[in-house]
């Protein structure tokens, strides 16, 4: 099972809203510094740092992590030190998810790396529990139906490209009076959601289930995709048959023939082409030596490499 860590932050400053990724906004700045902490973990895989773009966003921000490891306990409590990292305000809701019941296309089953493309995005709808006394095992059964997940796949359209739909729960019980994050996390993943021409059609989705919807709905963008960090430093291997060769020296490749050796294997050809033989007296030929000369020259030059025109090689 894989273990995941969102974070949502409120804004410092509703006017900010209109900064689109502005360096000098403390809360992108913050995001970013925190995206750094992310990677240090030696459990982290990938990650996303999500922008919202509605117009009044209540969480700028969402931090969107995979932790792997197979010690249920020690992942838990390595996402939980990850989390006093960032330095939680009271602003931001941190939390460790476990991802519970998934909806994949069966044209990406195959893609497991998060999207990291500027057009893909995520529906993101939050959902907290009033009490204890919810069973999760009774909410659970019926997810298709209380999430908006059935709606979300069924109207979803087909350009869209949605990949998955997945169902976070939090696995922390929290008594009365203390802090409760998002009990349940619907992330919807799209690979084309925010496409100029999709844009305003996602946005008037979202609106459409904030009506019909108990959650927090919002439309997230991908801001910056990153991988954890190296644990050994890669060190170059040459192959065996570069191995084979001498070191190369400075400027000269030995896998090139010298001018001389071509020379001398072109020279009998050519001198066959003219008509004579190498061990040919030329001077008993005068005529002809000019007449030779003046042709074998003009051939040579046509075929000089200086003379071609330069060449474009695309990988």
Same mark, same amino acid.
């Given at each position: 099972?894989?273990?995941?860590?969102?974070?949502?932050?409120?804004?410092?400053?509703?006017?900010?809203?209109?900064?689109?990724?502005?360096?000098?906004?403390?809360? =992108?700045?913050?995001? &970013?510094?925190?995206?750094?902490?992310?990677?240090?973990?030696?459990?982290?895989?990938?990650?996303? #740092? #999500?922008?919202?773009?509605?117009?009044?966003?209540?969480? $700028?921000?969402?931090?969107?992590?995979?932790?792997?490891? !197979?010690?249920?306990?020690?992942?838990?409590?390595?996402?939980?030190?990850?989390?006093?990292? %960032?330095? @939680?305000?009271?602003?931001?809701?941190?939390? %460790?998810?476990?991802? &519970?019941?998934?909806?994949?296309?069966?044209?990406?089953?195959?893609?497991?790396? +998060?999207? @990291?493309?500027?057009?893909?995005? =995520?529906?993101?709808?939050?959902?907290? #529990?009033?009490?204890?006394?919810?069973? !999760?095992?009774?909410?659970?059964?019926?997810?298709?139906?209380?999430?908006?997940?059935?709606?979300?796949?069924?109207?979803?359209?087909?350009?869209?490209?949605?990949?998955?739909? *997945?169902?976070?729960?939090? $696995?922390?019980?929290?008594?009365?009076?203390?802090?409760?994050?998002? @009990?349940?996390?619907?992330? %919807?993943?799209?690979?084309?959601?925010?496409?100029?021409?999709?844009?305003?059609?996602?946005?008037?989705? %979202?609106?459409?289930?904030? &009506?019909?919807?108990?959650?927090?709905?919002?439309?997230?963008?991908?801001?910056? @995709?990153?991988?954890?960090? $190296?644990?050994? !430093?890669?060190?170059?291997? *040459?192959?065996?048959?570069?191995?084979?060769?001498?070191?190369?020296?400075?400027?000269?490749?030995?896998?090139?023939?010298?001018?001389?050796?071509?020379?001398?294997?072109?020279?009998?050809?050519?001198?066959?082409?003219?008509? =004579?033989?190498?061990?040919?007296?030329?001077?008993?030929?005068?005529?002809? +030596?000019?007449?030779?000369?003046?042709?074998?020259?003009?051939?040579?030059?046509?075929?000089?490499?200086?003379?071609?025109?330069?060449?474009?090689? &695309?990988?």
């Amino acid at each position: 099972m894989r273990r995941f860590s969102l974070e949502f932050q409120h804004s410092v400053d509703h006017f900010m809203r209109y900064l689109r990724f502005s360096s000098e906004d403390s809360t =992108y700045e913050k995001a &970013v510094s925190e995206c750094h902490s992310i990677k240090e973990s030696s459990l982290f895989t990938e990650g996303l #740092l #999500l922008k919202c773009i509605d117009l009044k966003p209540l969480f $700028p921000y969402l931090h969107f992590a995979h932790f792997s490891s !197979p010690d249920y306990t020690g992942r838990t409590g390595e996402v939980t030190q990850v989390i006093r990292d %960032c330095g @939680a305000s009271p602003n931001s809701q941190y939390g %460790c998810y476990d991802e &519970v019941y998934t909806i994949q296309k069966a044209a990406t089953s195959t893609e497991n790396r +998060l999207p @990291a493309h500027r057009h893909a995005g =995520y529906i993101v709808i939050g959902f907290k #529990l009033l009490d204890d006394a919810s069973k !999760p095992q009774a909410l659970e059964k019926t997810w298709l139906q209380w999430s908006g997940a059935r709606e979300i796949y069924k109207y979803s359209p087909r350009n869209w490209n949605l990949r998955r739909i *997945s169902l976070l729960r939090h $696995p922390n019980v929290y008594r009365n009076g203390q802090p409760r994050p998002f @009990a349940y996390v619907l992330l %919807c993943e799209y690979s084309s959601i925010l496409h100029p021409s999709n844009t305003v059609q996602a946005l008037d989705m %979202c609106e459409r289930m904030r &009506v019909r919807n108990c959650g927090h709905v919002a439309l997230y963008q991908v801001h910056t @995709a990153y991988n954890s960090l $190296p644990q050994v !430093p890669l060190i170059g291997q *040459s192959s065996p048959r570069v191995v084979k060769r001498n070191p190369m020296l400075r400027g000269f490749s030995q896998d090139v023939e010298s001018t001389e050796s071509r020379r001398q294997k072109l020279r009998p050809m050519r001198d066959r082409s003219f008509g =004579y033989m190498e061990e040919e007296n030329f001077e008993s030929f005068p005529g002809s +030596l000019q007449k030779y000369d003046h042709y074998g020259s003009a051939t040579i030059n046509s075929l000089s490499p200086h003379s071609r025109s330069p060449q474009t090689y &695309v990988d």
